[in-house]
């Protein structure tokens, strides 16, 4: 509980003052602040459960278990959303997540990487094989995701407003997103069956790097019941950190857009974050990579097409794939900026501040929206 990957649990009584804070009926923006920093420790721990479990189920199995649950927290988050029929705010914060896993978490490992060693590491080597593998699957990914938002700009009425809450695009744009949904499924189950059955090697070609020293120290036993409680709590926190994000957005002067873009994508996925710039700074770049863009790559393979399925039984009704022009816009500079920079199979500490520059610059351009 004292090494560098621990802080999150000491913010764990931040969760009694969300529900507190809710129960008093405190100011929404309240609420809202302290329900979203509640949400890192017990997805920490919801992390740190499954990586457990993954020890000790054998590289298959504790590969599955990592991708189903790796985005589990945002996951959750955007389903409470979506039973509220923020539709917009859902995939503003699936955008934001890739966003993040590319520019933010991974312009922050490189830069601090390529820092922490000095003039001695002056370019930090990772894996080329399996990050252009993952960012090759990430860009096809995001092509999927763009036609939906194509076809609304030739056939349909046009893209939605950043400020918009739910958008009746019409049963054709529905029924797209679900052919789309189902397609990316199809490849997320390939991409499972390729990193994890008959090319596993190039995805763990070092066994030692491991994000700490004492992995698979708890049972089995241990496991599934932290996981089973984090989950609750990351549920519970959810709840209440959606229902006051509209009145939030109005207290604050920030769009719902931009709080589910930025706010909730990074929230979500602190302790993640946290992860891929400490085994950076550890000099574990491989490892950095692959946890940036291996996540962005779930989002857009399965978060994404999960949800659309969701839709059709949870909230008002179905939630199509069209993203508005600024959301597409930066995720297809994203996915562009993933291949690039996974093509050498080396990073240097301005190429990381690069990468952060251009998402301060899309954050910029969000919080004008």
């Known amino acids: 509980m004292l090494g560098p990957d621990s802080w999150p649990y000491f913010l764990s009584p931040l969760i009694l003052a969300a529900v507190i804070v809710d129960l008093a009926g405190a100011p929404a923006s309240v609420?809202?602040?302290?329900?979203?920093?509640?949400?890192?420790?017990?997805?920490?721990?919801?992390?740190?459960?499954?990586?457990?479990?993954?020890?000790?189920?054998?590289?298959?199995?504790?590969?599955?278990?990592?991708?189903?649950?790796?985005?589990?927290?945002?996951?959750?988050?955007?389903?409470?959303?979506?039973?509220?029929?923020?539709?917009?705010?859902?995939?503003a914060s699936l955008i934001g997540s890739i966003l993040g896993n590319i520019?933010?978490?991974?312009?922050?490992?490189?830069?601090?990487?390529?820092?922490?060693?000095?003039?001695?590491?002056?370019?930090?080597?990772?894996?080329?094989?399996?990050?252009?593998?993952?960012?090759?699957?990430?860009l096809l990914a995001v092509a999927a995701l763009i036609m939906p938002g194509v076809f609304a700009l030739v056939e349909g009425d046009g893209l939605p407003h950043p400020g918009d809450d739910l958008v009746n695009y019409g049963s054709t744009l529905e029924s797209l997103s679900l052919a789309v949904a189902c397609v990316l499924i199809i490849s997320y189950a390939a991409g499972l069956l390729f990193s994890l059955r008959t090319h596993a090697r190039l995805f763990n070609p070092h066994e030692d790097e491991s994000t700490t020293e004492n992995r698979g120290s708890w049972s089995t036993r241990r496991s599934v019941i932290v996981l089973a409680i984090s989950g609750a709590l990351v549920g519970v926190l959810s709840e209440i950190l959606v229902g006051s994000i509209e009145e939030t957005s109005h207290a604050i002067g920030l769009s719902e857009f931009f709080i589910g873009a930025i706010v909730v994508a990074i929230v979500g996925n602190a302790a993640e974050h946290w992860v891929a710039v400490l085994v950076a700074y550890k000099n574990k770049m491989s490892l950095a990579v692959n946890i940036a863009i291996g996540s962005s790559a779930q989002v857009a393979l399965f978060v994404a097409p999960v949800l659309v399925l969701c839709s059709f039984f949870i909230g008002p009704g179905p939630m199509p794939l069209v993203f508005n022009g600024l959301e597409l816009a930066a995720v297809a500079i994203a996915a562009i900026i993933a291949n690039q920079v996974t093509q050498e199979g080396e990073s240097t500490w301005y190429e990381g501040l690069q990468l952060l520059l251009v998402y301060v610059v899309v954050a910029l351009a969000f919080g004008y929206a």
């Open 31 to 91: 609420i809202f602040f302290v329900s979203a920093v509640a949400l890192i420790p017990p997805a920490a721990m919801m992390g740190r459960a499954t990586e457990e479990l993954a020890e000790r189920s054998g590289n298959v199995i504790g590969g599955l278990l990592n991708v189903t649950f790796g985005n589990a927290p945002e996951l959750i988050i955007a389903l409470f959303a979506l039973e509220k029929g923020l539709h917009e705010v859902v995939k």
């Open 103 to 138: 520019l933010l978490v991974m312009g922050a490992a490189m830069l601090i990487g390529g820092l922490s060693g000095g003039r001695t590491r002056g370019v930090q080597k990772f894996g080329q094989t399996a990050a252009s593998a993952q960012s090759t699957m990430l």
